[in-house]
């Protein structure tokens, strides 16, 4: 077993609190991914970290988060020396490592509905056909919706205020 530091920058926009950073010394095996150190922080450390797990396997997603500057899946990242780990840049965040995918997903719809009105196509066909379109979208394109692209986009840094 060895020991890490593992460094969690931490957000409470409920409380419109200042994001802080905490950080703890954990042991983990050779290979363990940042899942394993969250749940190992929530259950020794701090049962008020808030993070969303899924799968554990890389494909839903819903692990994305900052780690160590770029945006990752907490699943298939592995442990090191010094882990950073934050929320996804540029989306709202919740609390601590949960963002609001909600708004996010509302706000790529209204683009695709903007996009689809300057091609003439009727953004009413594509609202009854909303979900069977956005199915077929992330099939094409093998999209699990972790958002790591949105964190990384250029133009979501001039948008992130609209967000709230």
């Known amino acids: 077993m060895e020991k890490h530091q593992f460094k969690i920058r931490r957000h409470n926009t409920k409380k419109r609190e200042a994001a ?6 954990i042991t983990s095996g050779p290979g363990e991914r940042i899942t394993y150190g969250l749940d190992y922080i929530y ?14 396997t890389g494909h839903c997603g819903l692990c994305s988060m900052m780690i160590n ?17 934050g ?30 009105t300057l091609c003439g196509i009727e953004p009413s066909r594509i609202s009854s056909k909303r979900n069977q379109k956005l199915n077929t979208i992330l099939e094409k394109t093998n999209c699990i919706l972790c958002l790591c692209c949105l964190s990384a986009c250029p133009l979501e840094r001039n948008t992130a205020r609209s967000y709230y």
């Open 20 to 25: 802080t950073e905490d950080c703890f010394e």
């Open 87 to 116: 929320p996804l840049k540029n989306l709202p965040a919740i609390k601590d490592l949960v963002i609001d995918r909600e708004v996010v997903l509302k706000r790529l719809m209204k683009r695709i509905r903007r996009t689809a």
């Open 69 to 85: 500057g770029k945006a990752g899946l907490a699943c298939l990242e592995s442990i090191g020396d010094d882990t950073v780990i």
């Open 43 to 56: 259950k020794k450390f701090d049962p008020a970290l808030s993070f969303i797990t899924g799968c554990r």
